[in-house]
């Protein structure tokens, strides 16, 4: 069982990474990317957590409702970065900060409040685990995309959103 799950992980991420980073997309193909990508992470995750199927199914709608307010927290914090910090005031300056602290702790707060949530469905040590692998997944599609001929490093910003 883990040799296939080790198996269709190593696929999904080898079918998908050298699509990742194609900046002339279309709409449906971009979204298919994605689709692809999420998959190859579920797969990943779940063998590095190494899920049963019955904690999988109570533990991925509880770790996806966790991924979109995590993301929404991080698409807020990037607004609050403006890309011509001079055309703002001090006070301006000052209410991004302060307001980019909130929800760095928001966020701390979502993760602590989770952290008990996946306890309930999840070992201690799985959720440990969890947490590892996001950041070498992460970091595996980071090498991957970053390494594609014609990739800047700029262009691997984002994924962990």
């Not at 991924?67 to 929404?72: I, L, S």
């Amino acid at each position: 069982m883990n040799h296939l799950l080790r198996t269709l992980s190593l696929l999904c991420l080898l079918a998908v990474l050298p699509l990742a980073g194609a900046h002339a997309q279309r709409g449906d193909q971009r979204q298919e990317r994605l689709s692809q990508l999420e998959n190859a992470r579920i797969a990943y995750l779940t063998e590095k957590i190494a899920l049963t199927p019955d904690q999988a199914q109570k533990f991925w709608p509880l770790y996806n409702e966790f991924t979109a307010k995590r993301r929404d927290l991080n698409r807020r914090l990037r607004q609050l970065r403006p890309a011509d910090a001079d055309g703002l005031s001090d006070q301006q300056l000052r209410d991004n900060i302060n307001q980019s602290f909130g929800l760095r702790q928001q966020e701390i707060t979502l993760e602590k409040d989770y952290f008990d949530k996946f306890q309930r469905v999840i070992t201690v040590r799985q959720v440990g685990r969890l947490f590892l692998a996001e950041r070498q997944f992460t970091r595996e599609v980071l090498k991957r995309v970053a390494g594609r001929p014609g990739m800047n490093a700029g262009a691997a910003d984002g994924p962990d959103d």
